[in-house]
């Protein structure tokens, strides 16, 4: 009798690190291949990245109009924006240094608020999208079927993935951090009642242009990352339909973790020293 079949628990937990560096493994390895492939997924497939660029942006079937990333994220940025407006009027205000809302809006939009909302709409929307697409093509035997027809399957269905949502996420950033900004200003200003002159002057000596460009490298950053963790469970999907949901649920929470660790990181590395800001009259 096996060490196996006397004490199963046991065995199991020991193996469970042993596992886990496997599944370790095999993440890194997929990310390789699809970051190697995408350059030639994109010369080869030039038709199906340009269908997932719109599809990104815009989405696709009934989702065209009020499903997009470019809708969500806009939505998402709007309100966060509007939050922050609200909270740092008022709690700003408590200490009678109400003007400096624009200073708020300046900094925290371009550092954390945009680069993160950004991050989830993504996951939220093409993300969770291309791991049901990819599940339902494994577990309907689309993707083995490709490899019969000599068509590279990682490059073909990820590499395009990838090139599509590199293309796409600089202006659908660009669109969320301007909505943040437009929110903030709207609610502070018409809404609250502060100057405008006010508000535009410490929000346009605040801003700082280094502090953009940072921000939309950690945006590519999000993107590149949560698009690898969502083809990757939609490639190794397995169970059926359920499974294809699990892998759609695992990835989420995934990706969620990695938008706040890639933000952590950031900030670390970019912010973590002196901060790059001075607060002085």
Same mark, same amino acid.
């Given at each position: 009798m096996?060490?196996?079949?006397?004490y199963?628990?046991?065995?199991r937990r020991a193996?469970r690190?042993i596992?886990?560096?496997?599944?370790?493994?095999d993440?890194t390895?997929?990310?390789?291949?699809a970051?190697v492939?995408?350059p030639?997924?994109?010369v080869?497939?030039?038709?199906e990245?340009?269908?997932?660029?719109?599809?990104?942006s815009m989405g &696709?079937?009934?989702l065209?109009?009020?499903?997009?990333?470019?809708?969500?994220?806009?939505?998402?940025?709007?309100? /966060?924006?509007?939050t922050?407006?609200?909270?740092?009027?008022?709690?700003?205000?408590?200490i009678g240094?109400e003007?400096l809302?624009g200073?708020?809006?300046a900094f925290?939009?371009?550092?954390i608020s945009?680069?993160?909302?950004?991050?989830?709409?993504?996951?939220?929307t093409?993300g969770?999208?291309?791991?049901a697409?990819?599940g339902?093509?494994?577990?309907n035997e689309?993707i083995d079927?490709?490899?019969?027809?000599?068509?590279?399957?990682?490059?073909?269905?990820?590499?395009t993935?990838?090139v599509?949502?590199?293309?796409a996420?600089t202006?659908?950033?660009?669109?969320?951090?301007?909505?943040?900004?437009?929110?903030?200003?709207?609610?502070?200003?018409f809404?609250?009642g502060? &100057?405008?002159?006010?508000y535009?002057?410490?929000?346009s000596?605040f801003l700082?242009?280094?502090d953009?460009?940072? &921000?939309f490298?950690?945006?590519?950053?999000?993107?590149i990352t949560?698009l690898?963790i969502? /083809?990757?469970?939609?490639?190794f999907?397995s169970?059926?339909?359920?499974?294809?949901?699990i892998a759609?649920?695992?990835a989420?929470?995934t &990706?969620?973790?990695?938008?706040?660790?890639?933000?952590l990181?950031?900030?670390?590395?970019?912010?973590?020293?002196?901060?790059?800001?001075n607060?002085s009259?």
């Open positions: 096996t060490i196996a079949a006397r199963p628990k046991q065995v193996q690190p596992k886990g560096l496997g599944r370790i493994g993440h390895l997929f990310y390789l291949k970051l492939r995408a030639a997924a994109a080869r497939y030039p038709r990245t340009i269908r997932l660029i719109a599809e990104i &696709s079937g009934a065209a109009v009020f499903g997009g990333t470019v809708v969500i994220v806009g939505f998402l940025t709007l309100a /966060t924006g509007g922050l407006a609200v909270q740092g009027y008022s709690s700003l205000g408590n240094i003007a809302t200073f708020l809006s925290i939009n371009v550092r945009a680069p993160v909302v950004a991050g989830i709409g993504l996951a939220a093409f969770a999208g291309a791991t697409q990819l339902a093509m494994r577990i689309e079927a490709l490899e019969s027809l000599a068509i590279e399957p990682i490059a073909y269905l990820v590499g993935r990838i599509a949502g590199m293309v996420i202006p659908l950033y660009a669109l969320a951090v301007i909505a943040s900004f437009l929110a903030s200003r709207f609610t502070t200003v809404l609250l502060q &100057s405008a002159g006010l535009d002057h410490y929000f000596t700082n242009p280094l953009l460009v940072w &921000s490298a950690q945006a590519l950053c999000m993107a949560i690898l969502h /083809t990757y469970f939609g490639f999907a169970g059926g339909p359920s499974g294809v949901g759609v649920g695992n989420v929470r &990706s969620l973790i990695a938008v706040v660790s890639v933000t990181l950031v900030s670390l590395s970019v912010y973590g020293a002196n901060g790059n800001f607060l009259g």
